[in-house]
């Protein structure tokens, strides 16, 4: 079965920074569109970025360049570099894969990012 696990999450004070892994298991990697989104409190899911299988990424204004998406396809791993981090990121941060021919998504459980001070 697929897995998706997120780790990284955790207390940062404002201008710090953080790195979010994600790692799949139980699917062919490389043929699926790996997004972020996080959800804050009270508010809706939002995309933070995606990276496609060739690597080509996007992000969302309001973490664009202070965010970095990655991946290693085998290793089976995307990773998510967060610097310059403020409050407004405080969120649960997702790792969704996408299965961009088949319409087919997976979600991971989320990690927990606190930028208070």
């Known amino acids: 079965q697929v897995q998706l696990v997120e780790s990284g999450g955790g207390l940062v004070q404002p201008g710090g920074s953080l790195r979010l892994s994600c790692a799949a298991s139980g699917i062919f990697f490389s043929s699926y569109r790996v997004g972020w989104y996080r959800q804050a409190p009270g508010k809706e899911r939002e995309l933070v970025g995606h990276i496609t299988s060739d690597g080509i990424t996007i992000y969302a204004g309001s973490v664009k360049g202070r965010f970095t998406i990655s991946r290693d396809n085998a290793k089976n791993t995307v990773s998510l570099e967060m610097n310059s981090l403020k409050s407004e990121d405080t969120a649960v941060y997702y790792c969704?894969?996408?299965?961009?021919?088949?319409?087919?998504?997976?979600w991971g459980k989320g990690t927990l990012v606190t930028v208070s001070s």
């Open positions: 969704n894969l996408n299965r961009v021919r088949t319409g087919i998504n997976y």
